[in-house]
């Protein structure tokens, strides 16, 4: 059977580092209090005319550079974003003609902080289903143009960066032994809705809108949600905390992370932590943590990855993969 196995991966982050200190010149707020109910210590927040597609063109570079791949082979470009440039064209297209690909197509994927699991998931089927050869999954933000930056209580949560994954078809025998996307699982539930959203839009508003959440509501129903796909996970393909090697979640908050592997008996050592130096990316989270584990050697071809997210929607989701 057809397997999608990722050859690359890349990541990019703006230049600009706002600490926590910073932060509490501008908002009613505190370095203690932040790191100790998410556990973030900066963020990164692009330059004044840094767009999502800057930022995501520049993690698709990499990724293209660290699989060995040229433009030309890929068939298909999937952006994982709610920050677009623009309401329309679609972001992905912006960056298609910058990475000077005239051939296959490019669209935006939107699940908000899920964005990268459903963007890796629909990857994986276009190939499986023989659509496509070679797919590049970018998840870019530029969340800090969303925020409310009086808000203390969502301010301090997100900040702007972009990864990205190739993917390639590759045989397999449909085995957990093999490479690639092994399973995955999405959902969602919009009786969530008001938990989580921007509170604009151009067919409600007419204008652009900042998020706007109830943190703690949000916090209730993460956990149980994460761990219930990553259980599917586990019950589709029989692996188990034991026999994974890295849990790379998404990025919101360590203590939903901590308190998701304790719940699944993951150990510490096992889990991918970004959130402390770049907060809460939404799609791009898991790709920059990816990015991070490959750089550093942590992780290597062969190693079984979990990935989960849950986000705005709600929506959440896993996928378990052989690197
Ligand atoms: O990407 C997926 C979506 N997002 C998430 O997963 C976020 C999920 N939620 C969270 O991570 C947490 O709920 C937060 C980090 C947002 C908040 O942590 P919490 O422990 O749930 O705090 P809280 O909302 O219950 O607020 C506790 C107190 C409140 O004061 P009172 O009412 O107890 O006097 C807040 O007003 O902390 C106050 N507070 C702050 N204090 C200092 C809220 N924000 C801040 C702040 N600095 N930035």
Redesign the pocket.
Known sequence: MIRSVVIGCGAYLPENIVTNADLEKTVD??DE??IQ??GIKQRHIAGEGETTADLGEKAARAALANAGVEIADIDLIILATSTPDNTFPATAVEIQHRLGMKHGAAFDMQAV?SGFVFALTTADLYIRGGQAHKVLVIGAETFSRILDWED??TC??FGDGAGAVVLEAQEGVGLTADRGILSSHLRSDGSHKSK?FVDGGPSSTGTVGHLR?Q??E??KH?VGMITDVIVAAFDATGLNADTIDWFVP?Q??KR?IDASARKLKIPPEKVVITVDQHG?T?AASIPLALAQAVADGRINQGDIILLEA??GGFTWGSVLLRW
């Open positions: 707020t505190s209090w932040i109910r998410t902080c203390r209580t301090v949560l989580l959440m943190g703690r949000v916090f993460a998404h919101a908050n939903i809460n939404s849950m986000g």
